[in-house]
């Protein structure tokens, strides 16, 4: 009963057992040689893929050649095949080298492009925080502005209440002279009296006194309020230098903020000069990017075309040994047919390796 799951490998070494027997391998002896077992069907296409990998090896079976041109003829294809081998190791590591170089150039672009891209973040972070505090000193410049004009319409303020003062002062001066020069025709009156009237001198001029000690204290009333207006005054001029410091100091931090504004949208400039800049030589970065993968594009595309002119060659150079073979099996057959010519086999084999 035939057993099932044959596996090519198993053909392959039945096939290679029959092969150094100097039999050649068929569907019954392989089958035979496995002890029967697998159907023909099963064989026959393993049997095919074995013949055509060992394609030069059999041809040269079939033609009878003695065991010394076999060897030979298997140490010329074994060169070959080993030279080939070579060639296409030796192509590929060429290829994989600039390949590995092309891919560290990427990397490395990859990895300024990726620094480059940090840069911008932070300097557009920078940029809003500038814009934010810009911000910030705007909303203060303008309430210092507010505050200055509210300080301006107080000073005018304290200016018109001190006109006002000063103002009343002058009319108390006015009242005052107005009293000295009543108390001064007062006193010529009296004395014109004093020299008409006689008699009536003690009681005028108990009278005159009395006038002259209420005058008196009117006047010390008047000196009194006169004083407390001029000490008014002075404290409203005291208060009038203290709001000119105050504006001072008002108007040098305006100056100061208006200094840090300027200082500020100049940072800004050159923050988006520098923004611009580091975008441009990301735009540059990214074409060179380009133009390597480009460059990688092509060399995958020769060597996809190298692997290919040498698939040919090795398919060229198996042609040619198949050809080759040939050759020497025809002229061992027209040795058969001659055996009175004047050279061996092998020195015809070695005068047609020569050509």
């Not at 030279?83 to 990397?107: H, P, T, V, W, Y």
């Not at 910030?136 to 303008?142: D, T």
């Not at 008409?196 to 009333?221: F, M, P």
């Not at 050809?323 to 004047?342: F, I, M, V």
Request: net charge negative.
């Amino acid at each position: 009963m035939a057993r099932s799951g044959i596996l090519y490998s198993d053909v392959a070494r039945a096939a290679d057992k029959i092969k150094q027997s100097g039999s050649t391998p068929t569907v019954d002896n392989v089958r035979q040689m496995m002890g029967d077992t697998g159907s023909k069907s099963t064989i026959a296409p393993m049997l095919k893929k074995w013949k055509e990998e060992h394609l030069g090896e059999m041809t040269i079976i079939n033609s009878g050649l003695p065991e010394s041109i076999l060897n030979a003829v298997r140490g010329v294809y074994e060169l070959i095949k080993a030279e080939s081998a070579n060639a296409i190791d030796e192509i590929r590591s060429s290829c994989e080298q600039n390949l590995a170089e092309k891919e560290i150039q990427i990397k490395a672009i990859s990895t300024t492009v990726n620094d480059l891209s940090n840069q911008r973040d932070h300097l557009e972070e920078e940029s809003n925080r500038i814009k934010n505090t810009n911000n910030v000193l705007q909303l203060q410049l303008q309430q210092s502005h507010l505050e200055l004009t509210a300080l301006k319409n107080e000073n005018q303020g304290l200016l018109n209440r001190l006109n006002d003062s000063i103002d009343q002062v002058k009319a108390l001066h006015g009242q005052l002279d107005s009293a000295r020069s009543q108390f001064e025709h007062f006193q010529e009156a009296s004395k014109n009296q004093r020299l008409e009237e006689k008699q009536s001198y003690e009681s005028r001029i108990l009278q005159c006194e009395s006038d002259l000690r209420h005058n008196k204290a009117l006047q010390a009333g008047l000196q009194s309020e006169n004083a407390q207006l001029h000490s008014e005054n002075k404290q409203l001029r005291t208060t009038q230098d203290k709001m000119k410091e105050i504006t001072q100091i008002q108007l040098q931090e305006l100056s100061d903020l208006e200094s840090l504004y300027n200082k500020t949208m100049f940072k800004l400039d050159e923050t988006e000069r520098n923004k611009n800049d580091v975008t441009s030589l990301l735009q540059d970065s990214q074409i060179k990017l380009q133009a390597i993968e480009i460059e990688l594009a092509v060399s995958k595309n020769m060597q996809y075309s190298l692997e290919v002119q040498l698939q040919k060659a090795h398919e060229q150079n198996s042609s040619s040994e198949h050809e080759k073979l040939k050759l020497l099996s025809k002229l061992l057959q027209d040795h058969r047919l001659q055996p009175a010519s004047g050279k061996a086999p092998s020195e015809k084999f070695s005068d047609e390796a020569t050509e």
